[in-house]
């Protein structure tokens, strides 16, 4: 196909995803569309602001927040804060925040708690708030401006609005959602940008659920609700407030409650508005012109609008048991959250050298597992069995033999996945690793290089301690939950990306998402035929290099270094 083609006209949404997913694919002989160059004249602003809407910013949270990062996956109920500025603000530095600046010479770029796919941040926070001292005396409709580390207050509720919303939901409750700037991802990386786009909404889901665990509060998605409805509630599809600049794509809402299990909001809705918001300012243009407009994501945009009310609830029959993971961080490692995440950071390159340890590959593992009772973080704000699996090319782990493993997080799937794969694969049980973890053997032997070149010939894939591939259960949850839960595949990848980006860093390793991949390649490397499991995101932990030459600053200008 040539640049914008169109994916086809008419064609029923499912068709429309499969086409763009196949159009998209990187191969060994071709990359997938994008402009080949980087553009600097056209480079989008990685800041969104509304000029004209009231700014409140939010106090930056004091430094010794004391909640241990294992303990945010491992208790069952943290203690509950109050909902306030003070723990707002938290909450938000936790989950979308800078967390330091970056700069070489009179360059100098943010780094953010949720990691962005080439840290382009084409991810957008709000919020739905009820009347708190320091913000609008009204409740509220914010967008987070990162940068300030503030609220844009976008619309102010009269009284029959707020009824309408919060007298129907428990007390210190509130609204969080996410939106894409697509244009932010396709100026550097073309037709394939609305993948990156999907997986930074799931890196920022994970981190706004992790961060609502660690104040004591719940946070649940709202998958049912129309995408239209998201973006009446955070005014995305207000015309005149994005005249001349880039529009926002709605994702996803949730629900925050400070009061965990008051309620369930399986078939909650936000109401509409009608006229009883008064609305506030005007979007900034991002950049001043775009070059070439990538129409085949707006089609596969439009495709995967959750155009109607689907029941994603699945029984939790064959999933890892609660008391497995409590098990293995029955001896929590040293470190906060806090510090967890406000360290983290995505690595560039790999020394090759550095070793794991058999018990913290494990825990890592067990953390990316959904739970039989639903009460594993961050997956207990998912209503959906797990769908993406990981094929792990294991480097050094120190009593693993080197080689080609699957982690199932859904053992139902084993038979399906089985008969997908090569027949000469042993799908051993690790008799090393602790009973119940679903870690099987494949095949044995070096995969370095394999690794590396799945990865578009990325070293970094084979440098790691391990790497990972993450096998889409494609075809199957197109059939059963349409074209819109392609985007939640890639949520679900994403999510899982962010928790192995924090326990990489609370095992005094790093971690990065890695995009680019021979999609194919990695499918053929199973022995897959058909396209029943595809791959959509690929990870690799170990020891990083720093890139001495760069300066860190502090997040904001009030914060120590």
Known sequence: MSQNEPLGAGEPPEHTVIAYHERTKHHFNRY???????DWATQPNPFRRFAGADLFPLPLPEPGDPVSYDAVFSEPELPRRPLTIATLSRFLRYALSITAWKSTGANAWALRANPSSGN???TEGYAVLPALDGLASSAAIYHYAVRAHALE????????????LFDRLPADTFLVGLSSIHWREAWKYGERAFRYCQHDVGHALAGLRIAAAAMGWQLTLLPHVLSSRVASTLGLDRDGDFAGAEREEPDLLAI??????????DAWMPPLWGDAVHWTGYANALSAAHGVDWQVIEEVARATTQAETRDHRDGREGLLAERFVIALAETPRPGTLEHVVLTRRSAVSMDGITRMSLPTFCLMLSRVLPTADGGAVPWDALPWRPRIHLLLFVHRVDGLQPGLYILLRDGSRREALRAAMRDDFQWEPVAAAPAGLPLLLLAAGDCRGLAARVSCGQAIAGDGTFSVGMLADFTESLARDGAAFYRNLFWECGMIGQVLYLEAEAAGLRGTGIGCFFDDAVREVCGMTNSDWQSLYHFTVGGAIEDTRLTTLPAYPTEAE
Not at 153 to 164: Q, V
Not at 256 to 265: E, Y
């Open 32 to 38: 997938a569309a994008s402009l080949g160059y980087m």
């Open 120 to 122: 382009l941040h084409p």
């Open 153 to 164: 207050c976008r619309g102010r509720l009269e009284d029959s609005a707020r009824a309408a």
């Open 256 to 265: 925050v409650t400070t009061q965990p299990g008051a309620a369930s909001f």
